[in-house]
């Protein structure tokens, strides 16, 4: 069985900081994509950020040049850096990702942490 549990978030001014950490246990032989998504009140949930085992990152238009994504394979973690945040990145963030708990299987999607709610005053 494999966890995710986020954590980092909280209430911040406009034009803050907050770093997000996402930490991925249990049976774990490798990861593949690792992404960070967010869900604010009443909206869809949607994707922030993704980053490859390859190191390769996607971030979404809205958070372009303010938020960073980045992995730390050693501990299984994912992060998501985010500067200059405005109101409209108040939602609840998750992380999810491909995830194989053995050199056999397949990557198979992880199932989704309980989030870390984010807060912006504006």
């Known amino acids: 069985q494999v966890q995710l549990v986020e954590s980092g978030g909280g209430l911040v001014q406009a034009g803050g900081s907050l770093r997000l950490s996402c930490a991925a246990s249990g049976s774990i032989f490798g990861i593949e994509d690792m992404r960070w998504y967010r869900q604010a009140p009443g909206l869809q949930r949607e994707l922030v950020a993704s980053?490859?085992?390859?190191?390769?990152?996607y971030v979404a238009e809205p958070v372009k040049g303010r938020f960073t994504i980045s992995r730390d394979d050693a501990k299984n973690m994912v992060y998501l850096q985010m500067n200059n945040l405005k109101f409209e990145d108040t939602a609840v963030y998750y992380c999810?990702?491909?995830?194989?708990?053995?050199?056999?299987?397949?990557?198979?999607?992880?199932?989704w942490g309980k989030g870390t709610l984010v807060t912006v005053s504006s």
């Open positions: 999810n990702a491909e995830i194989r708990t053995s050199s056999i299987s397949a990557y198979t999607l992880s199932s």
């Open positions: 980053i490859t085992n390859r190191e390769t990152t």
